[in-house]
């Protein structure tokens, strides 16, 4: 982990929003010596039998900026999630701030711009996106610098944003609990996403880091903070004692069972978009339903 730029002595606050409908938690962090935050997976929420979109969890979040009279330098999406939709835009119409994703984007962007049929209009190169990240590319947040990892596995395009002594995690951990998360979604690769879990966990034991998403597994609440010393010595999935081979084995099979995401054919359509919803020809908003591509 010597190749990236590790700063255990800057201690951003961390304000966590948890989503019930979707186990998303979002983040807003901020640099304790300026105003300045970034964001971390904002949540839009959707009624997809109604086809219904709103605003009451960015709402939430808008608010505590504005509370506090934060400034927002960035909306970062840890990875096109598959399970809810973004609400990047729209914070960033109210609150300004850069929209960044992995660089990988453009292959998630090629593979769901076939099954979604898109027309040429549909870029995928990544242009809806403020930034694109590299693995290791740093940015500034006030006075913090955090950088980016990327983490492959889960989706081509994931990455763990690191800010200081605090990593987001995206979907490439769970809570020690919780494991992983699966790696069969097109472009997924379970050996992949050991690789890159192994990655997260040398950097320092004591590294906060925060989850994505929590089911509250066994009926504990649901918590969203751990540590890499914490994942490295009790994660089931890939703690002490738990060999790559078991890994690879464990996730595919597991994989194999579970349900596809209910809300995984609007979320990427809008995800893919950075959190824009789609339109037809006549530039009404509008999703579609591939059939039996998924
Ligand atoms: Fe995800």
Redesign the pocket.
Known sequence: MTNYPVNMAVEPEVKAFFDPATHTISYVVKDPASSSVAIVDSVMDINYAAGRITYDNADEIIKYVQDNNLTVEWLIET?V???HLSAAPYIQQKLGGKIGIGEHITVVQDTFGKVFNEGTEFQRDGSQFDKLFKDGDSYQIGTMTAFAIHTPG??PACMVHVIGNAAFA??TLFMPDGGS?RADFPGGDAATLYDSIQKVLTLPDEMRLFM??DYGPNGRDIAWETSVGDEKEHNIHVGKGHSREDFIKFRTERDAQLDVPKLIIPSLQVNMRAGEVPTDEDGVPMLKVPVNAL
Request: with cysteine.
């Open positions: 990875h999630h598959a399970d889960h989706t995206g979907d998360a994505c998403h």
